[in-house]
């Protein structure tokens, strides 16, 4: 199931490559162990191939990174498969913990996305729900001057914005 999310970029400064970037929420997970559930995988994939459609043909890269908690990096790792994606970039600095977003990880993210947007097509992060729930608000508001409220993604859902169009997309797995 698709949702649309609605707001208007007009007028809004458009990144120099990136078509299209996508906030990730992890699959659902074993608590015991913190690996994907198979429901966990089967979602991702479902998710993976609903991104692919959205993306189209990608010409010059797909940049994902994860954080470093087993459930995103199989999550990452999924996706990456279904892109053709050689290497996911791991970091440890994209967990979060109690329900609380951990200080300047929305500017790590932004410093993360400035490095790459002279280089890839789709900038990719897959992470938790702290992070998730936040990143795309957080965007939207520093790169177009748009308040947009998007909802926090359940498992295995992304949140995708399309930076040449302006359309926003809550796609889910």
Known sequence: MEKQLMFDFDGAPKPDLVRKVFVIRHGDYKRATGDLKSSGVRFTERLARKMQEVVGEIREGFY??????????????????????????????????GNVLPR??????????????????????????????????????????TDTRFNRPHYCEAVCIDVGSGEGRLLTG
């Open 104 to 145: 300047g990880t929305l500017e790590l993210i932004d410093e993360r996305f400035e490095a790459k947007r002279g280089e890839v097509e789709i900038f990719g992060v897959c992470t938790h729900y702290e992070i998730v729930g936040a990143y795309p608000n957080h965007f939207v508001k520093k790169y177009f001057d």
């Open 64 to 97: 994902l990174w994860s954080s470093s908690a087993p459930r995103c990096r199989q999550t990452a790792d999924i996706i990456a498969d279904v892109f053709g994606i050689d290497d996911v970039e791991e970091d440890k600095r994209l967990q979060t913990g």
